[in-house]
Nanobody
Framework: QVQLVESGGGLVQAGGSLRLSCAAS????????MGWFRQAPGKEREFVAR????????NYANSVKGRFTISRDNAKNTVYLQMNTLKPEDTAVYYC?????????????WGQGTQVTVSS
């Protein structure tokens, strides 16, 4: 049973940066497509970014494109989300997820989330 643990969240001023990490345990995610999602208070959870199991293919939500970068280190069983030029509207709980079906992005495992708060 894969467990995902996010870290790196916190409070940052607008324009600042954070790097989120998603560490997997209990199994490898090196063959899994991975994604980041976020949920702001009173809103639905939304897609942020995803990366293929090879690391070659990456996709981003329009709202974060050019500011966020997803990456992975399969040797460390970890996925990252580098967030730059943060805005107050990026405030949310950020979740990582793993899709064990390499042909799809149907997420089997989810982390508990890490809070990101961007002050204006």
């Amino acid at each position: 049973q894969v467990q995902l643990v996010e870290s790196g969240g916190g409070l940052v001023q607008a324009g600042g940066s954070l790097r989120l990490s998603c560490a997997a345990s209990g199994g490898t995610v090196s063959n899994s497509n991975m994604g980041w999602f976020r949920q702001a208070p009173g809103k639905e959870r939304e897609f942020v970014a995803r990366i293929s199991w090879t690391g070659v293919f990456k996709n981003y939500a329009n709202s974060v494109k050019g500011r966020f970068t997803i990456s992975r280190d399969n040797a460390k069983n970890t996925v990252y989300l580098q967030m730059n030029t943060l805005k107050p509207e990026d405030t949310a709980v950020y979740y990582c997820a793993a899709s064990t079906d390499r042909a799809r992005y149907d997420y089997d495992y989810w982390g508990q989330g890490t809070q990101v708060t961007v002050s204006s």
